[in-house]
């Protein structure tokens, strides 16, 4: 069972940057399409970005001006830079193969203010 562990989410203030980084623990990540998800205070959560194993990303909606999404095969770790934070970025994010089938981690907060 693969297992997930995102991090570097924190409280910033609009217009700054964060990188978030998810681990995951077996190297059938290097085959698979990854995605970066992110659940607002009571919403759903949402696809925000996916990579595939050979490293095209796609992007949901605005996202993609201002967040990019990235891994390391060799690593097993997959990464979403997010730039020009706003407050409704606002969420817990969280990676998982695209579409979603592994255990979910526990997500990084991620705190935009205003």
């Known amino acids: 069972q693969v297992q997930l562990e995102e991090s570097g989410g924190a409280l910033v203030h609009s217009g700054e940057s964060l990188r978030l980084s998810c681990a995951a623990s077996?190297?059938?990540?290097?085959?698979?399409?990854m995605g970066w998800f992110r659940q607002p205070p009571g919403k759903e959560r949402e696809l925000v970005a996916s990579?595939?194993?050979?490293?095209?990303?796609n992007y949901w909606d605005s996202e993609k001006d201002r967040f990019t999404i990235s891994r390391d095969n060799t690593k097993n770790m997959v990464y979403l830079q997010m730039n020009n934070l706003k407050p409704e970025d606002t969420a817990v994010y969280y990676c998982n193969r695209n579409p979603a089938r592994w255990p979910w981690g526990q997500g990084t907060q991620v705190i935009v203010s205003s």
């Open positions: 077996s190297n059938i990540f290097r085959f698979s399409v």
């Open positions: 990579i595939t194993s050979g490293g095209t990303p």
